[in-house]
């Protein structure tokens, strides 16, 4: 049985050491400048993690060591044939919105919002929910695409884990939370949600354009 790989994220979304290798990329997937590497061992993971990235390459003489450590480029251009979802919140938190729109033509889709007290995260994630509810509905095979890797990867746990506190100017967002947490543990889905590489691509099609 081969040994389980551990991975070091020194620059990335949530630094740290990682078991497997779908949550270490969900971290430097679309990070400008990630730094990251596999290590056979925990125990080199850890030691590697404690003196950064900086000290690795300092140790290390040879040029494909200090290759590895560059981030991965995403390779070819995006799906037309697919959803296209995003966020906007104006402050944090703010008035968020959220929307979908078909990827070849801009067209859009879905549209949720603006909404009291929410943050531009819970926005991405229920834009993800959403977009899975209603392709599921319609019985459509398009892939999703977002540009945010925290979003991705709270659908994958089934959770939005936010730090925002409900109140009564968000309730409505936070019933729509629990609303899509109870839809990702009821259903299952076969749609592939894809990151959207906006330093490759240019900003993804259902952006507002307010930055």
Not at 91 to 113: I, K, L, S
Request: aromatic share 10%; net charge neutral; with cysteine.
């Amino acid at each position: 049985m081969a040994q389980k790989k551990h991975y070091v994220v020194w620059k990335g979304a949530t630094p740290g050491i990682y078991d497997n290798w779908a949550d270490c990329k969900a971290q430097v997937d679309g990070q400008e400048g990630a730094k990251y590497k596999s290590f056979e061992t925990e125990e080199e993971a850890i030691v590697a993690y404690q003196k950064g990235y900086e000290h690795y390459l300092r140790a290390s003489s040879s040029a494909k060591a200090a290759k590895s450590l560059q981030p991965r480029q995403p390779v070819g251009k995006p799906l037309n044939e697919s959803l296209a979802v995003d966020a906007a919140c104006s402050g944090n938190p703010g008035d968020m919105e959220y929307r979908g729109v078909y990827t070849a033509t801009g067209q859009e889709v879905f549209h949720v919002g603006p909404l009291k007290r929410g943050t531009n995260n819970i926005g991405e994630f229920l834009a993800i929910v959403h977009g899975l509810a209603l392709l599921k509905q319609n019985g459509s095979s398009l892939p999703i695409y977002s540009d945010s890797r925290n979003a991705i990867l709270w659908v994958q746990k089934k959770k939005c884990k936010t730090l925002l506190e409900r109140e009564p100017a968000n309730a409505p967002i936070f019933d729509l939370i629990e609303r899509a947490e109870r839809w990702l543990n009821t259903n299952t889905y076969t749609t592939t949600i894809l990151k959207w590489e906006t330093s490759e691509w240019g900003e993804i099609p259902a952006d507002f354009g307010r930055k």
